[in-house]
């Protein structure tokens, strides 16, 4: 062993004098010195890698004072570096060299400065000057297709290494090491929106870490992520899953760009939210219990930032919708069933507001709405149970399914229903959860609303002013509680679409709905919601889709 090193000793001194005499390769003896030690440097590089795989930054220098000199000045080499066994040696001692957590200012300016030098190394350009291209031609390549496969070589001997094989004679035994891998991530950051590059990030992200810290760089994973949501590169659902469960802040991110654009939609399009939810990738990896919860939190916060504003509540909505779907879709043998996505509520309610009201006859959603409501007061008025997080918990639960809601608004001004009380109960709920002083109140002025529309119904004709009367019953908008304008909003607005007397003034009572821009904005959304759902449940409800859409046009007109 001891002549082992001596002889690595004196071959570092013998290769180092080689790589002063050679330079850049700027002379035609130097080319050609190059080409006829090519395959000793290999072996002699071999050597090098080999012990310096078990050693730390510091450990390399006292080992090797001048490994620096050798290694820069034969990656600044051309020709050695376009001998393709060379390069993948040289960028595997520097990821060996690299420190993942400095210790001093020595290992911070080293890591610099093996990633500068890894940059060059990989870089097109470099195989782009006079010299390298001359010596690439001899060869028949040319420098992109050179780039090409130089990065494929590089990828797969990373890939092998990271599964734990063997390749083209390096012995790499088991797996590797936390400091390699962090230093493969490094490597692979400026890269990474590169084709040949992919099956790298595949295996990095995917790559089992059994310590307490993820081996994989901060800023890999915000830059994968950052060129994942930019479509820029693609990845496989296992990988892009992987990422998330690595690297909370990226899926936090890709949540709230989501959410962004969601909220940006101009037209108030529910087709277009699915389509973009769909499109998005997280609603795969939302399957994943862990993932959904992350989603469910950042959409918990939204609806306290906004005060359950009515586009907020849509999102949720939607979202939650394309989830079920998806959900449903997923044929894996072991998924897990509903309930695991929302541990914080009673069960049987839940599969009451999974119910989808396509798969229950018209008839019947009045006999349901009414279980469903039944659940959720006894689950909110129970003494024991009764607190704002256990409200907060059953109101949320009733934000994803709200597509009840809006049917219980259409079928306490259009079915004559002994549970109307009920589901005027229901409507209160959905926008007054929080306040059980003001519920009582508000329960009595929306039933005054609802009756006065009702009565309408009947009436052979409906002017606009008698029907501002009924919303108002005497009181100034201004002064009712929030919560309760919203419930009349709400009920007016379905009146508009699903009353044969509502439809004659729709098109003119809409801009006394729509006269400021935040009435304007929540009354859009219901138009929407109301289109969307009617459009899924069939063609029997074309007039009011027809409406909707007319109505919708009349406010972005104002």
């Given at each position: 062993?001891?002549?082992?090193?001596?002889?690595?000793?004196?071959?570092?001194e013998?290769?180092?004098?080689?790589?002063?005499?050679?330079?850049?390769?700027?002379?035609?003896?130097?080319?050609?010195?190059?080409?006829?030690?090519?395959?000793?440097?290999y072996?002699?590089?071999?050597?090098?890698?080999e012990?310096?795989?078990?050693?730390?930054?510091?450990?390399?220098?006292?080992?090797?004072?001048?490994?620096?000199?050798?290694?820069?000045?034969?990656?600044?080499?051309?020709f050695?570096?376009?001998?393709?066994?060379c390069?993948?040696?040289?960028?595997?001692?520097?990821?060996?060299?690299?420190?993942?957590e400095?210790?001093?200012?020595?290992?911070?300016?080293?890591?610099?400065?093996?990633?500068?030098?890894?940059?060059?190394l990989?870089?097109?350009?470099?195989?782009?000057?006079?010299?390298?291209?001359?010596?690439?031609?001899?060869?028949?390549?040319?420098?992109?297709?050179?780039y090409?496969?130089?990065v494929?070589?590089?990828?797969?001997?990373?890939?092998?290494?990271?599964?734990?094989?063997?390749?083209?004679?390096?012995n790499?035994?088991?797996?590797?090491?936390?400091?390699?891998?962090?230093?493969?991530?490094?490597?692979?950051?400026?890269?990474?929106?590169?084709p040949?590059?992919?099956?790298?990030?595949?295996?990095?992200?995917?790559?089992?870490?059994w310590g307490?810290?993820?081996?994989?760089?901060?800023?890999f994973?915000?830059?994968?992520?950052?060129?994942?949501?930019?479509?820029?590169?693609?990845?496989?659902?296992?990988?892009?899953?992987?990422?998330?469960?690595?690297?909370?802040?990226?899926?936090?991110?890709?949540?709230?760009?989501?959410?962004?654009?969601?909220?940006?939609?101009?037209?108030?399009?529910?087709?277009?939210?699915?389509?973009?939810?769909k499109?998005?990738?997280?609603?795969?990896?939302?399957?994943?219990?862990?993932?959904?919860?992350?989603?469910?939190?950042?959409?918990?916060?939204?609806?306290?930032?906004?005060?359950?504003?009515?586009?907020?509540?849509?999102?949720?909505?939607?979202?939650?919708?394309?989830?079920?779907?998806?959900?449903?879709e997923?044929?894996?043998?072991?998924?897990?069933?509903?309930?695991?996505?929302?541990?914080?509520?009673?069960?049987?309610?839940?599969?009451?507001?999974?119910?989808?009201?396509?798969?229950?006859?018209?008839?019947?959603?009045?006999?349901?709405?009414?279980?469903?409501?039944e659940m959720?007061?006894?689950?909110?008025?129970?003494?024991?149970?009764?607190?704002?997080?256990?409200?907060?918990?059953?109101?949320?639960?009733?934000?994803?399914?709200?597509?009840?809601?809006d049917?219980?608004?259409?079928?306490?001004?259009?079915?004559?229903t002994?549970?109307?009380?009920?589901?005027?109960?229901?409507?209160?709920?959905?926008?007054?959860?929080?306040?059980?002083?003001?519920?009582?109140?508000?329960?009595?002025e929306?039933?005054?609303?609802?009756d006065?529309?009702?009565?309408?119904?009947?009436?052979?004709t409906?002017?606009v002013?008698?029907?501002?009367?009924?919303?108002?019953?005497?009181?100034?908008?201004?002064?009712?509680?929030?919560?309760?304008?919203?419930?009349?909003?709400h009920?007016?607005?379905?009146?508009?679409?699903?009353s044969?007397?509502?439809?004659?003034?729709?098109?003119?009572?809409?801009?006394?709905m729509?006269?400021?821009?935040?009435?304007?904005?929540?009354?859009?959304?219901?138009?929407?919601r109301?289109?969307?759902?009617?459009?899924?449940?069939?063609l029997k409800?074309?007039?009011?889709?027809?409406?909707?859409?007319?109505?919708?046009?009349?406010i972005?007109?104002v």
């Open positions: 062993m001891a002549d082992d090193a001596q002889n690595l000793v004196l071959s570092f013998y290769w180092l004098n080689k790589a002063v005499e050679w330079g850049q390769a700027t002379t035609l003896e130097s080319q050609q010195d190059i080409c006829l030690h090519l395959p000793k440097l072996e002699f590089l071999h050597q090098i890698y012990t310096l795989k078990h050693m730390n930054f510091t450990a390399a220098i006292q080992r090797f004072p001048l490994i620096g000199q050798l290694v820069g000045r034969l990656c600044w080499n051309p050695v570096v376009g001998y393709d066994e390069q993948k040696i040289l960028m595997c001692s520097l990821c060996c060299l690299y420190s993942k400095p210790q001093n200012p020595m290992e911070l300016k080293a890591n610099e400065w093996i990633w500068n030098l890894l940059c060059h990989l870089s097109p350009s470099e195989l782009g000057d006079a010299d390298a291209c001359s010596f690439l031609l001899t060869l028949g390549y040319t420098s992109a297709a050179c090409s496969e130089l494929k070589n590089m990828v797969l001997s990373f890939v092998t290494e990271l599964r734990g094989n063997q390749l083209n004679g390096l790499i035994h088991g797996r590797a090491s936390a400091n390699r891998v962090h230093a493969i991530s490094v490597l692979c950051t400026p890269l990474l929106t590169l040949e590059v992919a099956p790298l990030l595949e295996a990095l992200l995917t790559h089992r870490d307490l810290q993820d081996a994989l760089n901060v800023q994973l915000a830059a994968v992520n950052e060129a994942l949501l930019q479509k820029k590169i693609g990845l496989s659902d296992s990988a892009i899953l992987c990422l998330w469960l690595r690297h909370l802040p990226s899926l936090e991110k890709a949540v709230l760009h989501l959410f962004e654009r969601l909220i940006s939609i101009q037209g108030h399009s529910l087709g277009d939210m699915e389509c973009m939810i499109d998005s990738l997280l609603l795969k990896a939302a399957i994943h219990p862990s993932v959904f919860r992350i989603v469910d939190e950042i959409f918990r916060n939204a609806l306290l930032e906004t005060d359950g504003t009515s586009k907020v509540l849509t999102i949720i909505q939607v979202f939650t919708q394309c989830f079920v779907q998806a959900h449903q997923d044929n894996r043998q072991h998924k897990l069933p509903l309930k695991t996505y929302f541990p914080h509520n009673h069960p049987l309610l839940l599969m009451a507001l999974l119910k989808h009201p396509l798969d229950l006859p018209a008839t019947l959603w009045c006999q349901h709405l009414k279980g469903i409501i959720l007061k006894t689950a909110t008025e129970e003494t024991n149970i009764r607190s704002h997080r256990n409200l907060f918990e059953h109101w949320f639960l009733l934000i994803h399914f709200g597509v009840w809601v049917i219980a608004a259409e079928l306490l001004l259009t079915s004559k002994e549970t109307s009380d009920a589901l005027l109960w229901l409507l209160t709920f959905y926008y007054s959860p929080f306040e059980n002083h003001q519920m009582s109140q508000t329960l009595v929306a039933r005054i609303a609802s006065r529309l009702v009565m309408l119904s009947s009436s052979p409906l002017s002013p008698e029907l501002l009367a009924a919303a108002a019953d005497g009181t100034e908008t201004s002064t009712r509680h929030p919560s309760t304008n919203r419930i009349i909003q009920l007016l607005v379905t009146y508009l679409l699903f044969s007397r509502g439809h004659t003034v729709a098109k003119r009572f809409i801009a006394h729509s006269q400021t821009a935040e009435t304007a904005y929540e009354v859009s959304n219901m138009l929407a109301t289109a969307h759902r009617l459009s899924i449940l069939g409800n074309q007039r009011q889709i027809k409406l909707a859409h007319e109505l919708l046009q009349e972005q007109s």
